[in-house]
């Protein structure tokens, strides 16, 4: 081979390994992404919380009370379409069974759902739930179930009602219990800036004589009630799915037999990209720039960035991200103005949380170029890129 040529080739070696930027072995120096504190929900802590309930302390009498009462109503007034759960349990007397039973008349004749007993003896709490199809005055009845013992027992009862209807989302979680696994209710969500949403919640099932958390599937849909992304909250991100929406109404769409809780929180966050490469934002060493990926945009929408670079040195940038799942959302590229200088690896995708992207060696001085896309159509989230010092 010719002096010249290994010259040559020699050079264009040099030039591609001074190159690397982006993502690829040897070319990128990891690190975790700044926090945006600002686009961080507050992590779901709890996860069972429960309506007030009411609560009421009766006696059912014996054979050797002087007035003999065969049983006792309790009314219930409910407020909302949804579920009550009663529990009860007896703290004296229990020397016979007790059954329990819901009725929507005073006279105790018309049920509201199946009865339940208390056994003979028994200071275990029992748990029942009662589908409520309007907003009425309900009425649970105690009363011996066969054989009247001689001494009265003291009841404690707890009443919980659930909603079942739909709702506005706020920033304060709302439990939602509608008893059956079949309606789907679209609760809405206002967006009243665009920025970045996060919907919060959870199912929560019971675990012996406690609640648990539990997944929640939901959909997020249009003001149509058209749906947009399937979410899921669950503990691998924090019970929490986070989203870029533009200012408008939208709905969450749950289907589920359990109790759950949602709550929403906003906040705007503007888009300071370029629509083009002509109309790219700068982006001075040590400052940031902010910008949005919304769930609503096609994937060949594009924000666009610049930074430059004065004389020749390494290229440090840090994209901090809320996004969409856990899988990777957006691809970024670095792209030189000059275009007889390619770099190796260019591309980079990225998940919620972000990335740094790190150049190993030295760059030519000049203008780089920051092209930010959505991996798919039904991905989204916020992020902010810095260009360090």
């Keep these: 081979m010719k002096k010249s040529l290994k010259k040559v080739l020699s050079m264009v070696l040099t030039l591609a390994m001074a190159a690397g930027v982006v993502s690829g072995a040897g070319n990128v120096n990891s690190a975790k992404a700044e926090t945006v504190a600002m686009v961080t929900p507050a992590v779901v802590t709890d996860f069972a919380s429960l309506p007030t309930p009411a609560q009421a302390t009766v006696t059912l009498q014996g054979k050797n009370a002087q007035t003999q009462i065969p049983n006792v109503i309790v009314p219930i007034r409910v407020e909302k379409r949804g579920v009550i759960e009663i529990g009860a349990t007896v703290t004296t007397g229990a020397a016979a069974s007790i059954e329990m039973g819901f009725f929507s008349d005073q006279n105790c004749t018309k049920s509201a759902g199946s009865s339940t007993t208390i056994a003979s003896g028994s200071t275990q709490v029992i748990d029942k739930t009662f589908t409520v199809e309007t907003a009425a005055t309900y009425y649970v009845r105690f009363k011996w179930s066969s054989t009247v013992p001689a001494g009265a027992a003291t009841i404690k009862m ?232």
């Design 158 to 389: 707890l009443a919980y009602a659930y909603s079942g209807t739909e709702m506005t989302l706020t920033s304060t979680f709302q439990p939602v219990f509608n008893g059956d696994g079949v309606n789907t209710l679209y609760h809405k969500l206002n967006v009243k800036k665009t920025g970045f949403v996060a919907i919060c919640g959870n199912e929560y099932r019971e675990s012996g004589t406690s609640l648990v958390a539990s997944s929640l599937s939901f959909k997020i849909c249009n003001a149509k009630k058209k749906a947009l992304h399937n979410g899921y909250l669950s503990s691998l991100n924090n019970y929490t799915e986070k989203y870029a929406l533009k200012k408008g109404t939208y709905y969450v769409a749950v289907t589920s037999s359990q109790r759950y809780q949602l709550k929403a929180e906003s906040r705007a966050w503007k888009d300071q990209g370029g629509k083009n490469k002509k109309k790219a934002k700068t982006i001075k060493r040590g400052k940031s720039a902010n910008g949005t990926v919304l769930l609503t945009e096609g994937t060949k929408k594009a924000d666009w960035y610049k930074i430059k670079l004065p004389k020749k040195s390494k290229m440090k940038i840090k994209i901090a991200t809320a996004c969409t799942g856990t899988a990777s959302v957006m691809k970024v590229q670095i792209i030189p103005a000059n275009r007889h200088y390619t770099l190796i690896n260019s591309s980079s995708l990225v998940a919620d949380k972000g990335k740094t992207l790190a150049s190993r060696n030295k760059l030519k001085a000049g203008t780089y170029y920051i092209k930010v896309t959505k991996l798919t159509k039904s991905t989204s989230g916020v992020y902010r890129i810095k260009f360090m010092k």
